[in-house]
């Protein structure tokens, strides 16, 4: 024979063990029927998203006289890029000496630094992109996982460059040649 606090705790777990079977065989309450037919076919329409709120505007140090030189450098407007995508450079609304990158979606706060070599580097200030211009065109990169994610942008003023450059090695093949790295192709 059980203790009597062991049979109301025997009989607390079978009500327990019993109670998924038993709400598994309740008879299924009747629905509504929908007014028209189209009614019927139609899913029900799901609440709306919540849109996540904007990220917080960055905390932009004061520009020095280095930047502000780079940032007057950078071609500013529409690149036409690989895949028929497009970015758009512009100064930054608020701070001199900062330019913002809009692709798709994102919109990129940079910092202008001039290399050694002579390319442009804006480097997004929360550390996660890169876009670097060169004479003949412009490339977004990923620095967090290493990768490019446009190539081959171009902006007018670049693709205007690269026509005065063919011309004018087309005008004097000797002085493109002295001007290249030595390496004929063909050869």
């Keep these: 024979m059980l203790f009597p606090p062991l049979r109301s705790s025997a009989a607390a777990l079978i009500l327990c063990a019993a109670l998924p079977a038993l709400a598994q065989n309740a ?23 919540k849109k996540a709120p904007p990220p917080p505007e960055p905390v932009l140090a ?17 690149y036409v890029c690989e895949f028929k995508e ?3 450079i512009e100064k930054h609304p608020k701070t ?17 630094v001039l290399s050694s070599t002579g390319a442009l580097r804006l480097e997004d200030v929360t550390g996660r992109t890169l876009m670097i211009q060169i ?8 620095t967090k996982i290493g990768q490019r994610i446009l190539d081959d942008c171009v ?11 063919r011309a004018a090695a087309a005008s004097d093949p000797e002085a493109a040649k002295a001007n ?8």
């Design 86 to 88: 497009t970015v758009h």
């Design 180 to 187: 290249s790295i030595g390496i004929t192709p063909g050869k």
């Design 27 to 49: 008879p299924a309450k009747p629905n509504a029927k929908p007014a028209t037919k189209a009614a019927a076919a139609k899913p029900a329409k799901a609440a709306p998203a």
């Design 96 to 112: 001199a000496g900062y330019i913002d990158i809009r692709w798709q979606k994102y919109r990129f706060t940079m910092k202008p």
């Design 155 to 165: 902006h007018p003023e670049q693709a205007r460059l690269m026509v005065e450059a």
């Design 135 to 142: 004479a003949n065109k412009s490339m977004l990169l990923d």
């Design 62 to 78: 004061d520009a020095d006289e280095a930047q502000l030189a780079a940032a007057e450098r950078a071609y500013l407007g529409d």
